[in-house]
């Protein structure tokens, strides 16, 4: 149980927030990315965690890893296809507390239109009123996704073995959001 006032809808400050990817590349490095988000709103229940409720939506488009090439690549075909999926969506559908921060939060992820139960584990990282006197509310965490079951089968063997882009992507959040109501 956190403090009652906790509950309220919530938007996201993208300013100050993260959804991140990490994907392993020719099997010795780590590539991370980040894609940012058009919107995301939550409704947190204080008393009833049970009855929170998330919903995100990210822009295919905007995807960056620090590289120009590799960002346009991953707008095609072989793996986002933002010309027909220029979103990425997450509905909640079930989010329990399990002991002092921690939360699984368990819902719809839609990527190129293909569409998998995902559970993320979130701590709650704090409440905070800001300069301008509104309330914030933080979370992370962290949750895997093998790339393979949405769609994304692009890659190339490499001359020693082994392939190029890892089929685990690790899903990174960082996630601070306004108090609205």
Sequence with gaps: MY??????AYTL???????GF???HAMVTKVRGSIPAREATA?????????????????????????QLRDDHLRT????????????TFTSTEI???????????????????????????DYTGTAVDAQGLTRVGFEGST????????????????TGGVMISDKIALEFDVSAVKTA
């Excluded at 403090?3 to 309220?8: A, D, F, N, V």
């Excluded at 075909?77 to 990425?88: N, R, V």
């Design 3 to 8: 403090p009652s006032e906790l509950t309220g």
């Design 13 to 19: 400050d993208p300013a100050h927030s993260r959804f």
């Design 22 to 24: 990490v994907a392993r």
């Design 43 to 67: 409704h947190l229940d204080a008393a009833d965690p049970a009855a929170s409720t998330v919903h995100v939506v990210l822009d295919v488009a905007g995807i960056q890893t620090g590289n």
């Design 77 to 88: 075909g072989d793996f986002l296809d933002a010309a027909a999926h220029p979103t990425i």
């Design 96 to 122: 329990k507390h399990l002991d002092g921060d921690s939360f699984d939060v368990t819902g719809q992820l839609t990527i190129r239109g293909v569409t998998r139960r995902i559970t993320i584990p979130l």
């Design 144 to 159: 895997a996704i093998n790339r393979k079951d949405f769609g994304m089968t692009y890659n190339a063997v490499l001359e």
